[in-house]
């Protein structure tokens, strides 16, 4: 008579101590991502598509718009001068162009120009449901832009929240605390366009994830007379 027997191996879940990203947090990553209730900066905002934006010519009404939609291709329709390209300027390099080019038909024009809100690109990637490219509407935080991204996912780490800005033509990156934002203990920061947020992996989470996708069990068997 044949018997059987079943052997058993179960595998051993390891996991290696993920070391801490060294970028800034806390105050210092306030300073390079500031919360949500501070300004935009006009200085240094680059104009892109859908932004709305005011360009007003003192003492000329008739020359001057109110919030007015900058087109797709990133150009704006101005009384007199007909399109104008705007797209990946500042505000005070388009108010110098337009200031240049009304020189023609005026003395000494005076502009301003404010951006009044902006629709652009934010990219949402790393350990999230949905990651892609978002459209930003207006004033953005990091809690909405996660939330367009249904994130952070079950094995994303809430400590690992990452959100990289070039400022002054350098990228810079800081670290945020999901849990903390969300326990209002800590400010939500203001996302921009053109910002990466980026959802580190919590490695527990991942290494079950890995584990229970593998056989647990593997199956000898012996032929015992």
């Known amino acids: 008579m044949k018997r059987f027997v079943l052997c058993l191996s ?21 300073a390079i991502v500031p919360a949500a209730a501070a300004p935009l900066d006009q ?35 101005l009384p007199l001068l ?30 301003s120009v404010a951006v009044n809100s ?12 949905q990651p892609g490219v ?9 809690l909405e832009a996660l939330a367009m991204a249904r994130s952070p996912s079950e094995f994303g780490d809430s400590d690992q929240i990452f959100v990289f800005r070039t ?19 800590d400010p939500d920061p203001a996302i921009i366009a053109g910002d990466k947020v980026v959802v580190g992996l919590d490695n527990v989470a991942s290494a079950w994830r890995t584990y229970v996708q593998q056989p647990i069990f593997n199956v000898f068997r012996f032929n015992l007379d």
Do not use: M, W
């Open 10 to 30: 179960g595998a051993v879940l390891v996991t290696g101590c993920a070391t801490k990203s060294e970028l800034p947090t806390g105050a210092a990553a306030y």
């Open 43 to 77: 200085s240094e905002y680059k104009i892109g598509p859908l932004d709305r934006v005011s360009v007003v010519v003192f003492r000329q009404p008739d020359l001057s718009v109110v919030d007015a939609q900058v087109d797709p291709s990133g150009k704006l329709a």
């Open 82 to 111: 007909g399109t104008v390209s705007v797209h990946g300027k500042t505000g005070e390099t388009v108010a110098a162009e337009i200031t240049q080019a009304l020189r023609e038909y005026l003395r000494d024009p005076k502009v």
């Open 118 to 129: 902006i629709t652009q690109k934010v990219i949402v990637e790393g350990a999230v449901a």
């Open 134 to 142: 978002y459209d930003l509407r207006g004033h953005t935080t990091l």
């Open 167 to 185: 400022v002054g033509g350098r990228e810079q990156g800081a670290r945020f605390n999901l849990r903390r934002i969300r326990a209002g203990l």
